[in-house]
């Protein structure tokens, strides 16, 4: 069977490296959704300003490794600090046998562009610019939402935040409506957890802004913002 996208989502990060781990952890980021052109029709999205929320079927589009042996079945969940196997349908990472993401996020609003057609602005992802939409679905809450549910290791990290700084004057080169998203991500730590030098500075990009930042003592400190150019 042979799927195609039916959409693409507009984000701030056109690199992996600084994407909230899961959906919803950064509720201020944004992403705006672009239909292909066999999908540009209303009538698709007849009734969807009912939801708060939707479910976004999705493709890890930036990997290349194929799971091909046993190994590829259990990953290094970077949480557990890459040092402990489960089996990759015990955890969400991206290293799957199809490669496809899910995700819940919040529809914000419904908007008509000259250049795009209607598209929807959503917040709270988790995905990289570009990234290939696969299926749209609603959110419902009777139904989606289960009271009691184990969450597994991952319920461990549920309210994880590591304390930031960033200097003002480095804060105030960001617009202003992207800076809580920007302390949000930078809070969730978003370097591998195996990977914890406080030695090391770790960039990502932002916005059109490379970020720079060290961590020690369990702060992590912005050093560097400075504008790129993206082609």
């Known amino acids: ?5 039916i959409a693409e989502i507009y984000t701030d990060f056109p690199e992996k490296f600084g994407i909230p781990r899961q959906s919803g ?3 201020e980021l944004i992403g705006t ?3 292909k052109k066999e999908y540009k029709n209303d009538e698709a999205l007849r009734g969807i300003g009912q939801y708060s929320h939707l479910w976004f079927i999705w493709g890890f589009s930036e990997n290349t490794d194929t799971i091909s042996d046993n190994r590829a079945l259990t990953v290094r969940p970077p949480r557990l600090g890459g040092n402990k196997r489960l089996g990759v349908f015990a955890t969400r990472s991206p290293f799957r046998p199809n490669f496809l993401g899910l995700s819940c996020v919040k529809l914000e609003r419904i908007e008509k562009r000259k250049k795009y ?10 995905m990289m610019n570009k990234t ?3 299926d749209i679905k609603p959110y419902i809450p009777y139904t989606d939402r289960i009271d009691n549910a184990a969450g597994g290791f991952a319920e461990e990290y549920r309210n994880y ?3 930031c700084e960033i200097p003002s004057h480095l804060l105030n080169l960001i617009p202003e409506e992207k800076r809580t998203a920007l302390r949000t991500v930078l809070e969730d730590d978003p370097r591998p957890a195996y990977k914890k030098d406080s030695d090391r500075e770790y960039a990502f ?8 930042f060290v961590c020690n003592r369990s702060k992590i400190t912005v050093t560097s913002i400075k504008r790129v150019n993206e082609n």
């Open 1 to 5: 069977m042979e799927i195609k996208p």
């Open 25 to 27: 952890r950064v509720k």
């Open 33 to 35: 959704v672009v239909f």
């Open 117 to 126: 057609g209607t598209v929807l602005i959503v917040s709270g992802i988790d």
């Open 132 to 134: 290939p939409i696969y």
């Open 161 to 163: 935040k590591i304390e």
């Open 205 to 212: 990009l932002f916005a059109g802004f490379e970020i720079k």
